[in-house]
């Protein structure tokens, strides 16, 4: 029988999920699979930690993405202008099934495939500059630069203006606690520059994603100008987040698995495979977005009530030994068949085949590059990013 809301349940402190999260994620999910936590925002949430329960939650229609559905002052998260908010990850259907039908009609595999030798030349020229140096911080000089040039690429950004979409892009991705007001600028100067790019696209359409996104019709539908404005605001935050920090996870993870490297080395084909185990052991986000209860919903054998925040977190369900054979070892050879780091059901990741094929190409041309590639620093200075949202480094310190 399903149990009633606990009446004082325990808060983890989100502290302890930066410091050794698959610890604390695991403690929790042997004492059962949904506890009440701390949230992102600071506030109450419960954590859903079962690989069986997260993915039934995932595409479960009575756990709405929609902020209008939490209740009053049970959700505090980042406030975006109206033309930025509008986007895929705060709808649900119909909404949702409207918009993404007709990104899909643009956002086609043709298009993705048509970025393998942009993304291929860009990888090789971010190592042609490292290579003379000897040692870098892989972030700064890989794994961040190149995601970026390939969104302002599918984008259609021109290239004088990619200073300012990666500086903007930053203040977003890692926020400075001590200045607020930048990110908010940031904001406020994507949401100008975006608004100029779409007018300057509809005057002069070019072969890029977004004079795609303004042409594509449905019959007599099409996508508004903020549908528009926050779809390219979401390609730009998600499609380079991610990409970046899947990047630099799978490769410290590579370094400090030196067989699984040996092997990856020994067989290249193996590449494809060992980007879907890489995600999965230690993928860069941790807790699918935020989801809220549209009536009381029983999540393993807890009730929860409607409009209160639930937290999927992706990285327990990985960790789960109940569907993955010795989850905290990574195994190249494992078939990852069934992770979640992509999402699952109606809101699974629209730029996944991007994603895995930028990871591929960043792979393989590194570990090509650089037969002698390792860490520069004792693996435990590596220090990550202070954040339950995002599983991420602060620096990769390398040297070839």
């Not at 042997?30 to 939650?57: M, N």
């Not at 892989?138 to 259609?156: F, H, M, R, S």
Request: charged residues 25%.
């Amino acid at each position: 029988m399903p149990t009633s809301t606990p009446a004082q349940p325990p808060l983890v402190d989100p502290a302890e999920l930066v410091a050794d999260p698959y610890a604390v994620y695991g403690r929790l999910r042997e004492a059962g699979s949904v506890h009440r936590i701390a949230g992102t925002d600071g506030l109450p949430a419960w954590l859903v930690t079962g690989y069986d329960d997260v993915r039934q939650a995932l595409s479960d229609p009575r756990l709405s993405l929609d902020k209008r559905h939490a209740k009053p002052g049970g959700y505090r998260g980042l406030t975006l202008p109206p033309a930025l908010d509008a986007n895929l990850l705060n709808m649900d259907p119909p909404d949702h099934t409207r918009i993404r039908r007709l990104v899909t009609h643009a956002f086609t595999p043709r298009r993705v495939t048509g970025l393998r030798e942009p993304i291929r030349r860009t990888a090789e020229a971010l190592l042609d500059a490292m290579a003379p140096l000897g040692r870098a911080d892989l972030i700064a000089a890989y794994a961040a630069p190149l995601p970026i040039t390939v969104i302002c690429e599918l984008l259609g950004v021109a290239p004088q203006d990619r200073p300012d979409f990666r500086s903007w892009t930053d203040a977003l991705v890692a926020p400075d606690p001590a200045r607020p007001d930048r990110a908010r600028d940031a904001v406020r100067s994507l949401l100008t520059y975006f608004t100029r790019l779409l007018a300057d696209k509809r005057a002069a359409p070019a072969d890029d994603l977004l004079s795609a996104l303004i042409a594509v019709r449905d019959d007599e539908d099409r996508l508004s100008e903020d549908e528009l404005t926050s779809l390219a605001f979401l390609i730009l935050f998600a499609g380079y987040e991610n990409t970046v920090h899947l990047i630099g996870n799978a490769t410290q993870a590579l370094l400090r698995h030196p067989g699984q490297l040996a092997a990856l080395r020994a067989d290249p084909g193996l590449i494809g495979g060992a980007v879907e185990e890489l995600a999965r052991y230690d993928g860069p986000v941790p807790l699918a977005i935020r989801r809220f209860p549209v009536e009381d919903i029983t999540i393993g054998g807890v009730t929860v009530p409607a409009g209160e925040t639930v937290l999927l977190s992706l990285a327990a369900a990985h960790r789960d030994p109940r569907r993955f054979t010795d989850p905290d070892r990574l195994d190249l050879g494992r078939d990852a068949t069934g992770h979640l780091a992509l999402g699952h059901g109606i809101h699974y990741c629209l730029g996944a085949p991007l994603a895995r094929l930028e990871t591929e190409i960043a792979l393989a041309a590194l570990l090509d590059r650089f037969p002698g590639l390792a860490l520069d620093v004792p693996p435990d200075a590596l220090r990550w990013r202070p954040s339950m949202r995002s599983r991420s480094l602060q620096a990769l310190p390398v040297r070839f």
